[in-house]
């Protein structure tokens, strides 16, 4: 009963925010161009759901292209800092000064560098860019949450370095890991989508040029449509990712989780 409720309780609140605005909308004669009734959304994404399927698929492949670069930098850079207190002391504030510096900054330089018709290149570094801080906190953060009390006892029994990296510090650094990667593959999305809308190409032909499109056009349906196809692909992601925490915590853990 618990669990039903759990998955109707939001499909409920849904349905009374989409009445709602259909209801605004008829009733205050909104101009369809400015705020279009669900229901001109709905025939939006019927009509356009070939080219929308395509351009979601393009800007998924972009952003898991871009999470796949960012963990391969990320975690071997997390595993050096987490065993070199010095390594970790000069990585870290070029970590955090990438963290913080607006992608869209960057984003003419990468560009560039990529060169102007290789648009998808740019996109997945940039969006990379975007997703690699996550990864590589969490990462860092797990290897050194590990219990001091295992630690001694690996000591005591004369375990290697090796052994006590492999396990004792990688099983600890799992759960912060799989925290960060969820974190990072919704950054990823976003950075997929701000680096087309600044590259301004439709040569990768992802979600971001499908609303650019539709807005110089000032088709606001399609607009939304294009929006509600980036939101569930966003949300499809992180229920994955989800997913896939709950199995290997689970076996990390050696029980179900709680909630399950």
Known sequence: MRRQFDILAPLIFILILVGGWEAACHLMKVPAYFVPPPSAVARALLKDAPKL?????????MAMEALLLAAAVACPLALFAGLSRSFAKAVQPLAVTLQVTPVVAIAPLVMIWAGLDHPE????????????????????????????????????????????????????????????????????????VVAEFVAGSGGAQGLAWRILEAGQRLRTAEMF????????????????????????????????????
Not at 225 to 230: K, P, Q, T, W
């Open 121 to 192: 290149r740019a996109i997945v570094a940039l969006a990379a860019v975007v997703a690699f801080f996550p990864l590589f906190s969490g990462a860092l953060t797990g290897l050194r949450s590990c219990d001091p009390d295992l630690r001694r006892l690996f000591a005591l029994y004369g375990a290697s370095r090796v052994q006590v990296l492999v396990r004792l510090r990688l099983p600890s650094a799992l759960p912060f890991f799989l925290e960060g990667l969820k974190v990072a593959c919704g950054l990823a999305v976003i950075g997929a």
């Open 53 to 61: 399927l395509g351009s979601g698929w393009n800007t998924l492949r």
């Open 225 to 260: 449509a294009a929006v509600l196809v980036l939101g569930v692909l966003g949300a499809g992601l992180n229920a994955a990712v989800s997913a896939l925490e709950k199995v290997l915590l689970a076996r990390w853990l050696g029980r179900p989780l709680a909630g399950d």
